[in-house]
């Protein structure tokens, strides 16, 4: 069945380092990936969209990778802030315009 | 742009009553919206697509006479959830897709049902 697998440790890291998140999945092909940001008591936010022929995409600070050969995602925020602190979803389509996520990781920031 | 709003953010209702939870578009117009549920620290868990004109798609396991959805306009979704029950307590997330794939999130709704 399909699978997206993000971990589920929160990741604690300095202000200024890079973080870098990961997504893997199994028995996907998908079009494209995409990347949400979600705080606490409130809905994602979407991010960035990359698809199978990109291999990465930038916005900002933000860095997305997407390897289709080893059906990985990572994604980085580099000179990060206190601000950064939230939970990071990825999420893969499954239909028309749906979506499944995967069970997100947290990033802490701390200054 | 893209801005989707729901009501309420959170309410609180005994058991056995029914809830309604808007979704809207504020600055497009949606053919198609989405349902979530997230219970804490889970992931999001899509329950229906809600179809302009049309009825509702469920994801399986999510019962379609507890969990009402109309879709009445391009603009305003809604979500009934009948005959409340303590287990249904939940944070409900709508979100509207556009054609390029990304979804757009309503700020959710904090549920409790006593």
């Known amino acids: 069945s399909q699978k997206i697998e993000q971990n589920s440790e929160a990741l604690n890291i300095q202000e200024g380092k890079t973080a870098t998140l990961t997504c893997n999945y199994t028995?996907?092909?998908?079009?494209?990936l995409q990347w949400y940001r979600q705080d606490p008591g409130r809905g994602p936010v979407f991010l960035l969209l990359?698809?199978?022929?990109?291999k990465e995409k930038r916005k900002e600070r933000l860095k997305v990778t997407f390897d289709t050969t080893l059906k990985q995602s990572l994604f980085h925020i580099t000179a990060s802030q206190p601000a950064d602190s939230a939970t990071y979803l990825c999420?893969?389509?499954?239909?028309?315009?749906?979506?499944?996520f995967g069970t997100g990781t947290r990033l802490l920031v701390s200054p | 742009g893209a801005v989707v709003s729901q009501h309420p953010s959170w309410v609180i209702c005994k058991s056995g009553t029914s809830v309604k939870i808007e979704c809207r578009s504020l600055?497009?117009?949606?053919?198609?919206m989405f349902w979530y549920r997230q219970f804490p620290k889970q992931s999001l868990m899509l329950m229906a697509t809600?179809?302009?004109?049309?009825?509702?798609?469920?994801e399986q396991g999510v019962e379609k006479d507890k969990f009402l959805i109309n879709h009445a306009s391009l603009t305003l979704s809604t979500l009934t959830v009948t005959s409340a029950h303590p287990e249904d307590s939940s944070f409900y997330i709508c979100?509207?897709?556009?054609?390029?794939?990304?979804?757009?999130f309503g700020p959710g709704t904090r549920l409790t049902v006593t």
């Open positions: 979100s509207a897709g556009l054609a390029k794939g990304e979804q757009y």
């Open positions: 028995n996907y092909s998908p079009a494209y």
């Open positions: 990359i698809r199978e022929n990109e």
């Open positions: 999420a893969l389509p499954t239909g028309f315009q749906k979506l499944v």
């Open positions: 600055d497009f117009q949606a053919t198609t």
């Open positions: 809600s179809n302009e004109g049309s009825k509702a798609t469920y």
